[in-house]
């Protein structure tokens, strides 16, 4: 499934990951900036928050209330589209999905 991850300077990236991983799982796995993790994907930190491209913003499943609780004390500025990239998993559904990473994640 490949995931497109977008740089704030505007550099792209597209991964091929595999199905069953969470996003950020998959970047971190590929060495990518820009997500930091620290809580392994615990859904306590709010340091792998990503703003996923409007386009398929309704199309993931919705946040837990955790994750929406932890997206309010996220570094970088909430937006509509914010999700924290370990809640997301990938399946063959979300091949050709886009996600930008924010400007800082601490
Ligand atoms: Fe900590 Fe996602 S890795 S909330």
């Not at 309704?58 to 937006?79: F, I, M, T, V, Y």
């Amino acid at each position: 499934t490949t995931i497109t991850f977008i740089q704030p300077d505007g550099r792209s990236r597209s991964l091929a990951l595999a199905d069953g991983t969470s996003l950020m799982q998959g970047a971190t796995g590929a060495g990518l900036d820009g997500i930091v993790a620290e809580c392994g994907g615990n859904a306590m930190c709010a340091t792998c928050h990503v703003y996923v491209d409007e386009a398929w913003a309704g199309r993931l499943p919705p946040r837990s209330d955790e994750e929406d609780a932890l997206l309010d004390g996220a570094a970088a500025e909430r937006l509509p589209t914010s999700r924290l990239s370990c809640q997301i998993t990938v399946t063959p559904d979300l091949d050709g999905l886009v996600v930008r990473l924010p400007d800082r994640q601490i």
